[in-house]
């Protein structure tokens, strides 16, 4: 199905709006190139590396998603504890006085088993979520850089990140949102239910289908900030340290080499992360923990200092997170051998335009 997308793409009347002057004054639309720079540079390299599939093929989305899966469900599960905790000096700041405090009392109430607690819906709900994030992000990445064309996709590359991450992270949040409502309730109410199964048939008796989904809007709030933070300012820093940090080009870099670069970029897109989605994070929490309350409630009575309550735990959650998640991903990426863009460069009729040609 999503192969199909790009050719109809090229086909809209909007598709690569490139004017160029003729010589009676007149202008007209300039000529589609044969490939796009991507795919161009994708064919250059495949000379001596061969990939698994072509670059904007369902193998390469599904397998993308895959990575997606692993990134977001593994590394979400690894820091429940940290997750558990700030999440409960969110909704109760007077008991868990900090990041500290607040794993000194859940170990002396409800032991060390008690830091585990909704592990279960975090691997599910975030897997899920991971799924569409970063698959659809590659779908909307391409989808809309063909319809931009060549040279507009350059010149508003970072638009582009930040359209087609906001527009995947929209689904991936409909398919988190069940998962993230019981996970709340099981971290933040104790007593409530200890496991997912106790939890998600006690939810439904008590509020129905919305006890899943009423907090899908505070949750858009919170991530599609964080992931259009998360993407674009990974793809930019990428591109930063490949052209005034690493003293090589990315073509003469090893996979390892390359990998670490992933990880940095990660990290430093992770920490802002975390600071623009974090006052929606204190509304989510709060808003799935109490019955009947809703988003604009919660927010008036948290006020400003309040919803900025756990940030230093989140971002030291978010940063090391973010920065393996991309470590992931980009590792599912080396393992099957998916094309991986290298980072844009100026198309070469924009360089004419501007003069910057030879």
């Not at 992000?137 to 391409?142: G, H, N, S, T």
Request: hydrophobic share 40%.
């Amino acid at each position: 199905m999503f192969s199909s997308i790009a050719p109809l793409a090229r086909l809209n009347p909007f598709y690569a709006p490139h004017f160029q002057p003729v010589q009676d004054g007149v202008r007209k639309r300039a000529e589609p190139t044969e490939a796009p720079t991507t795919r161009r540079r994708l064919a250059a390299a495949s000379a001596s590396e061969e990939y698994s599939c072509e670059y904007g093929s369902l193998k390469f989305y599904a397998l993308c998603g895959v990575g997606g899966v692993l990134s977001c469900g593994l590394t979400h599960t690894a820091v429940v504890p940290l997750d558990l905790v700030k999440c409960r000096m969110q909704v109760d700041p007077q008991k868990y006085k900090s990041i500290f405090n607040g794993f000194s009392v859940t170990v002396k109430e409800d032991g060390v088993r008690g830091l585990a607690k909704g592990w279960a819906p975090t691997f599910i709900g975030y897997s899920m979520q991971g799924l569409c994030k970063f698959g659809f992000y590659e779908v909307f990445k391409i989808l809309y850089g063909n319809i931009l064309g060549e040279e507009n996709a350059y010149l508003w590359r970072t638009s582009l990140y930040l359209a087609a991450s906001a527009s995947a992270e929209f689904f991936a949040d409909i398919a988190l949102a069940p998962m993230e409502a019981a996970k709340v309730r099981i971290q933040t109410q104790p007593g409530y239910a200890n496991t997912l199964r106790e939890a998600v048939p006690k939810m439904f008796g008590e509020e129905g289908i919305w006890a899943f989904y009423k907090g899908v809007a505070p949750l858009w709030m919170r991530q599609i900030p964080y992931t259009m933070m998360k993407f674009a300012c990974f793809e930019r820093t990428v591109e930063a340290l490949y052209k005034y940090v690493v003293p090589k080009p990315r073509s003469e870099c090893t996979k390892g080499e390359q990998l670490v670069v992933t990880f940095v970029a990660g990290y430093i897109a992770g920490v802002f992360c975390a600071i623009v989605s974090h006052p929606a994070d204190s509304v989510v929490s709060v808003l799935n923990k109490e019955k009947g309350s809703s988003a604009s409630q919660v927010l008036q009575r948290l006020g400003f200092k309040g919803v900025w309550k756990g940030l230093f735990a989140r971002i030291i959650m978010i940063g090391t997170l973010t920065a393996l998640q991309w470590f992931i991903y980009d590792s599912v990426k080396v393992y099957f051998r998916l094309p991986r863009p290298p980072p844009p460069e100026m198309p070469e009729s924009l360089k004419k335009k501007l003069g910057l040609a030879e």
